[in-house]
């Protein structure tokens, strides 16, 4: 990481006011104006269409490993995956993947 | 006991079972976060300012690739824009509740409580404003301050786990868990997929302005593969 402290108190500043600003729109607003159906539908999605985009390249090429392949992480973070979609139980999923990767790890290491 | 206290002791218990997650998912941040650079303060702040893991954890991943202060702030914002939706479907059950409470429900709207509230108000159609908001806070006050605590708590550990304990990885293990419950439709599930394959072929772009891209391109498809289904279903 490469920042200076104003760039980094200034991305905390504008990612917690920002963070902040959305969670009041509607509840700060007075009136009832409500959302149009069709822009619901689209934040609906925001979660799931902005985190996988951010993990795939860290799974496929991790930056510990210069980038290249590296099948302890590819396991971990299959079994993380799984076991979060069987469960839905976040810890359990977290906790799984972690031992995974560090018994593959000490497997092949 | 008044009806507004009894509202605040049900958010207390029916907050209860977060703290399970709470407190642990918050030391991981502390830890990633002093791991990637940040001071200890710095960290603590940015918990207290934001409440918002994903996007915290979001915005940490891109300031360890040294993206542009701009891009970490846009794509931070990009995951907690579902909040907007939150904040539109909890707004018409807080009618009548004085500015300031409304401002500060805004403070402590987080995926948890949303869930939590949104069903209680449904169910209980006849609370009041303040029972309402006494419930709401009710179920933050246990997990806040956990949530701060837990983020001091590992930034002071965090300085001393040595680098062989792979956590280069918590990162992509903690959005892999955290995605997984939320594949719960076809939709979701092509809106993720979408995101995957657009941002791998959109690494090229500078500035790591293609997730953002490939978002843009997930959310349609998730938006138009929801039309498709319940047009099928009618």
């Not at chain 1, 920002?18 to 149009?36: A, K, Q």
């Not at chain 2, 893991?53 to 542009?68: K, R, S, V, Y």
């Not at chain 2, 791998?200 to 790591?208: I, K």
Request: hydrophobic share 55%; proline share 6%; with cysteine.
């Amino acid at each position: 990481m490469n920042y200076s402290t104003p760039e980094i108190w200034t991305i905390i500043a504008l990612v917690a006011l920002g963070t902040y600003l959305i969670r009041f729109s509607f509840i700060g607003m007075v009136g009832d104006r409500e959302l149009p159906e069709w822009v619901l539908r689209h934040l609906r999605y925001t979660p799931v269409a902005v985190l996988p985009g951010l993990v795939a390249p860290l799974v496929l090429w991790p930056d510990a490993t210069g980038g290249n392949y590296d099948a302890p992480r590819m396991v971990a973070a299959a079994v993380t995956i799984c076991l979060a979609m069987l469960f839905k139980n976040m810890l359990l999923a977290i906790f799984g993947g972690a031992s995974t990767l560090f018994l593959m790890m000490s497997l092949l290491g | 006991m008044t009806t507004t206290k009894r509202a605040f002791l049900h958010g207390i218990r029916d907050g209860m079972p977060f703290i399970l997650v709470v407190f642990p998912f918050a030391m991981l941040f502390g830890v990633v976060a002093t791991e990637t650079g940040l001071s200890t303060i710095q960290t603590f702040i940015f918990s207290i300012a934001v409440i918002a893991g994903a996007a915290q954890f979001a915005a940490i991943q891109l300031m360890a690739d040294n993206a542009p202060v701009l891009i970490v702030v846009a794509t931070a914002l990009a995951v907690n824009l579902r909040m907007a939706m939150y904040s539109a479907s909890i707004a018409p059950y807080l009618r009548g509740v004085p500015f300031w409470k409304r401002a500060a429900m805004s403070y402590i709207l987080v995926d948890q409580n949303y869930a939590l509230g949104l069903t209680k108000f449904e169910t209980e159609p006849k609370m009041s404003g303040s029972e309402r908001v006494a419930y709401f806070t009710g179920s933050m006050t246990v997990n806040m301050p956990l949530w701060y605590s837990g983020t001091l708590v590992g930034a002071l550990v965090g300085s001393r786990i040595p680098p062989e304990y792979a956590l280069d990885f918590a990162v992509p293990i903690t959005f892999l868990a955290l995605v997984g419950p939320m594949l719960k439709t076809a939709a979701h599930v092509m809106a993720a997929l979408t995101s995957i394959v657009m941002a791998l072929l959109l690494g090229f772009v500078p500035y790591d302005l293609g997730l953002i891209l490939a978002a843009v391109a997930a959310m349609i498809v998730g938006a138009q593969v929801e039309l498709m289904v319940k047009g099928r279903a009618t």
